[in-house]
């Protein structure tokens, strides 16, 4: 079982930063991709960014690339989400995931481990 905590989100204006950290507890992290979700209101869940096990790759949507970038810390049990230039059409809840093996969390899996999320408002 792997427990996670998100944090880092809040209230920032057009344009402005912030990072979201996402630590994990209850096994090995280092053995687990992991990636960001977000959702809004009536949509499903969609797929912000993912990073392997080592860190050495990572993938974005189309909508936050160049903008976000994803990181992580085994030796802290954290990852981040630096989100940069950020848009009103930004603003969700977001979630982190984990997932054990090589292939990183794009789509939802059964297994996948989740955060309760952290909320992100970006006003215009």
């Known amino acids: 079982q792997v427990q996670l905590v998100e944090s880092g989100g809040g209230l920032v204006q057009a344009g402005g930063s912030l990072r979201l950290s996402c630590t994990a507890s209850g096994r090995t992290f280092s053995s687990y991709t992991m990636g960001w979700f977000r959702q809004t209101p009536g949509k499903e869940r969609e797929f912000v960014a993912g990073i392997s096990v080592n860190g050495a790759s990572s993938y974005f949507a189309d909508s936050v690339k160049g903008r976000f970038t994803i990181s992580r810390d085994n030796a802290k049990n954290t990852a981040y989400l630096q989100m940069n230039s950020l848009k009103p059409e930004d603003t969700a809840v977001y979630y982190c995931?984990?997932?054990?093996?090589?292939?990183?969390?794009?789509?939802?899996?059964?297994?996948?481990?989740w955060g309760q999320g952290t909320q992100v408002t970006v006003s215009s």
């Open positions: 995931v984990v997932r054990n093996g090589v292939l990183v969390p794009t789509t939802p899996r059964a297994g996948d481990y």
